[in-house]
């Protein structure tokens, strides 16, 4: 495989590319070429890209004026080049993570470090959920603690016609909305009102 | 193909399948737990009897077919819950008590000295949407079962909230929300990779949305469960039952328990996440497929 730099207003995206890549994609390909600059070529055919599309994009965006291409084999038809660039995106599609393995070697990484593989915090927080150790119940406890009076409490859904809901509105933002002896009085009033 | 691990932990309820050979769901790969059903009874103007009730529960539990079943709670009611147990007992059915949401810890000293190490923990379904008090007395619970009845493991009933499930140490829930595509018209699907569910409309539109998590996690393609009718159901069944075996792969990964011995009538792998239908047809298409 024989590998040149060209100059990046030379080559031409792909315009049937069956692949697209989301502004997270892009940025994430950004991070990674700024961190450890290009290490696969782009793959062309004649002048258009059929795999790097991505690559080329964030190359651009970054403000680059060449990247490393190889070329497929002169005699190749478009269809193969078709073929080929849809291969290359689904090979790669089809793979799975290792989710213990993935969470052993991000929990390594510093910050900037985990910035640089397309993955963040939320993503690792997520993986620790699913393949992380098992939460000790006494460092748990002092994270939520004891339940709460309030915890108790059951929930009360009624359809009211839009004056009395406008009462009741009005009847909370005197009172404040935790303060339980407003609710009790409208009941008691309501209660009054049904018994006499 | 959504690809399915058998045996489907799933839960049948008395009030349902009382005229049924369970035997068919237990064959075609099914692994069965069993409970009254007292609720859908009650929300339909019916009653459990306790006697018929012991039967069936002997029946399929002395072959196996159940691994455990559930005792005939009261909710509101711990001494009417308590009574139901014993006399259930007293007919020969060793029964899992459960004790309902805002119950005090201590409350599992009694079923802990009767020599009970499995006991369900209910009253959840209706503080799924407040999940931190779900949490705290579960937490609760299970804190001070570690500490003065190690032995016991619970079953958290009708839990579907993710942080609970994993955060807490069950050693099995269900969930009827195995049912929501064609009762509900959503999917609830499990994401691994975002550790999150996902609620999809079946409208015919937001499932395409999705396509990512539809065809690398459940195999198939959104076009397949975008709207829900009856021959698509079989299809919304497996991606849903599929949903929840990926929860029970991460709470069996976190939390590897012991086996409790109280009322287990299986001597099978029974650690899981159970999911929950009372239309017969849909666990037994999932059980047509273990075949």
């Known amino acids: ?196 | 193909m959504t690809q399915l691990r058998y045996p489907i932990n799933a839960l049948v309820s008395y009030f349902y399948f009382a005229k049924d050979d369970l035997s068919v769901l237990h064959q075609g790969g099914l692994r069965l737990i069993g409970d009254s059903g007292a609720y859908s009874a009650l929300t339909q103007g019916s009653k459990i009897d306790l006697k018929a009730f012991a039967e069936w529960g002997l029946k399929w539990s002395q072959n196996g077919t159940l691994c455990w079943v559930a005792a005939l709670d009261v909710i509101g009611d711990p001494r009417a819950t308590l009574k139901n147990y014993e006399r259930l007992r007293g007919m020969g059915l060793d029964v899992i008590p459960t004790l309902h949401h805002g119950t005090k810890p201590a409350d599992l000293d009694f079923y802990a000295n009767d020599g009970v190490d499995f006991i369900g923990l209910g009253g959840l379904v209706g503080t799924n949407a407040n999940a931190g008090s779900m949490m705290r007395w579960c937490l609760s619970l299970m804190r001070y079962a570690q500490h003065t009845h190690p032995q016991v493991r619970f079953h958290g009933w009708g839990l579907t909230a993710i942080e609970p499930i994993l955060n807490l140490p069950w050693w099995s829930v269900d969930s009827s929300s195995y049912g929501s595509a064609w009762r509900y018209g959503h999917m609830r699907l499990f994401n691994p990779r975002t550790a999150k569910f996902v609620s999809i409309r079946t409208d015919g539109k937001e499932a395409y949305h999705h396509h990512d998590l539809i065809t690398r996690y459940y195999g198939v393609n959104p076009s397949q469960i975008a709207v829900v009718d009856h021959d698509s159901i079989p299809l919304h069944g497996r991606v849903s039952a599929r949903s929840y075996q990926y929860v029970e792969e991460a709470m069996k990964r976190k939390f590897p328990l012991a086996s409790p011995t109280y009322g287990q009538f299986s001597a099978t792998d029974r650690q899981g996440a159970h999911v929950v239908d009372g239309a017969k047809r849909h666990l037994k298409s999932l059980a047509t497929e273990g075949n």
């Not at chain 1, 790097?52 to 269809?79: F, H, Q, Y």
């Not at chain 1, 900037?112 to 993955?119: H, I, K, N, P, V």
């Open chain 1, 1 to 196: 495989m024989k590998i040149e730099n060209v100059a990046l207003d030379t080559i031409e995206l792909d315009p049937d590319n069956a692949r697209t890549h989301s502004s997270r994609n892009l940025e994430t390909i950004k991070e990674s070429l700024a961190a450890f600059g290009q290490r696969k070529p782009v793959v062309l055919f004649g002048n258009t890209v059929i795999a790097g599309n991505g690559t080329v994009e964030a190359a651009r965006s970054l403000g680059w004026s060449k990247i490393a291409v190889t070329r497929v084999p002169p005699d190749w038809t478009l269809e193969q080049a078709k073929a080929y660039a849809i291969a290359d995106n689904r090979t790669s599609e089809l793979a799975e993570w290792d989710g213990n393995q993935l969470l052993k070697t991000l929990s390594d990484f510093d910050a900037d470090a985990l910035m640089s593989t397309g993955f963040n915090q939320e993503d690792l927080d997520a993986l620790m959920k699913v393949w992380g150790p098992a939460p000790d119940l006494d460092e748990l406890y002092d994270d939520i603690g004891d339940p709460t009076e309030e915890d108790d409490w059951q929930v009360i859904r009624a359809r009211v016609p839009e004056d009395v809901y406008q009462r009741w509105n009005e009847c909370l933002k005197s009172t404040g909305e935790k303060d339980l002896s407003a609710i009790i009085m409208v009941i008691d009033v309501a209660h009054r009102a049904l018994v006499l």
